[in-house]
């Protein structure tokens, strides 16, 4: 199976560049699985979908605002950081631009001297690992000077920080946001736990690596990138509950499902566990927990439309994707959503 299989040409004007107004006023398009029949909704409306006894994984990861804009500290050059995941302690890998004036002695100053970086040796594919020095809390700092890490496909400015954060983000150590999750509103939430849906939360931190492209032509040569996910036991027992009553177990978004196929045995049962997975899903591969999925309409060829297309079939999600083109629905980040069941 090529990369070239997952292709569907995308007009850019359908790229959403800034979030809508309100959160749950978004298109919703529910798809069912066997059918294929399709229904144009509003996302609101989600909740006439989901039943008592259904269990909802949301992830809760907080992105954390990791575009920093520093100088060099002898010679003023500009440097912007991108922090991609803490090594330990003060220790991070990060990406940086340019990559030149960024070399294994050097030192880099943010905000007027109240955040440094040592730079200590140059990282896999390029990145650098730095040692940052500062007085206080580094995430207090972050948020002070640093920035959200927007995809690449988004050019325009985002007014407000929180709009990149679903509104029940904790834990916080994302690179990018689990979009899927930007749609609900707390009132949402909360009237889906009225109607009888349980509601678990596990965490997955995204890597930049869920924007890297597929370079081979076969999907079977790709290298997914690593991730890391928990799962506490009150998650686990609450979905493996949701399981053995026979209520649905539906991921909201690419990385709660991620993390519920990493963490389950062969017999579908969840782990509470804390580890990184690469697992790779693509058509041919066997759900053991997910019966449904929300999530976003994601880019042609990635590795997250191959998940998709393993859930429901690449014809049907090809096909679903034509119909969201047709209706004028917006992709990517800050777009649409989907409903599998």
């Not at 949301?58 to 520093?70: C, E, H, I, Q, S």
């Not at 100088?71 to 890998?93: P, Q, S």
């Not at 943010?110 to 990145?127: H, R, W």
């Not at 997955?204 to 492209?213: D, N, Q, S, W």
Request: charged share 30%.
């Amino acid at each position: 199976m090529n990369k070239s299989d997952f292709y569907f040409d995308l007009p850019e004007e359908l790229i959403a560049q800034t979030p809508i107004k309100e959160r749950d006023t978004s298109k919703l398009m529910v798809v069912d699985r066997q059918t294929g029949n399709i229904d144009h909704k509003q996302f609101k409306d989600i909740i006439k979908y989901l039943k008592a006894g259904d269990c909802l994984v949301l992830n809760n990861t907080k992105v954390l605002p990791a575009r920093l804009f520093g100088a060099k500290e002898h010679t003023g050059g500009k440097v912007e950081f991108l922090l991609l995941k803490r090594i330990e302690g003060n220790k991070w890998e990060t990406l940086v631009k340019p990559g030149k004036k960024a070399k294994p002695g050097d030192v880099i100053v943010f905000g007027d001297g109240i955040l440094k970086a040592n730079i200590l040796e140059v990282g896999q594919e390029g990145s650098r690992i730095v040692e940052f020095v500062y007085k206080g809390i580094f995430e207090e700092i972050l948020d002070q000077l640093g920035s959200m890490p927007l995809p690449p496909y988004i050019k325009e400015k985002l007014d407000e920080k929180e709009r990149y954060q679903t509104v029940y983000a904790k834990e916080q150590g994302s690179a990018a946001a689990p979009t899927a999750g930007l749609h609900f509103t707390k009132e949402l939430i909360e009237d889906v736990k009225n109607k009888g849906v349980k509601i678990a939360y596990v965490t997955l931190h995204v890597g930049l690596g869920t924007f890297r492209p597929v370079k081979a032509d076969s999907i079977y040569d790709h290298k997914m990138h690593e991730e890391l996910y928990i799962i506490d036991k009150e998650a686990a027992d609450i979905i493996n509950k949701t399981k053995e009553e026979g209520g649905r177990v539906i991921s909201v978004g690419t990385t709660s499902t991620r993390t519920l196929e990493s963490a389950a045995d062969e017999l579908g049962k969840v782990k509470a566990e804390s580890r990184w997975t690469d697992i790779f899903m693509y058509p041919g591969y066997e759900f053991k927990v997910v019966d449904g999925i929300i999530t976003n309409f994601h880019l042609p060829e990635s590795t997250l439309i191959m998940l998709v297309s393993a859930f429901m079939g690449r014809e049907r999600t090809l096909n679903a994707y034509e119909e969201a083109i047709k209706n004028k629905y917006r992709f990517f980040s800050f777009g649409d959503a989907m409903f599998i069941i």
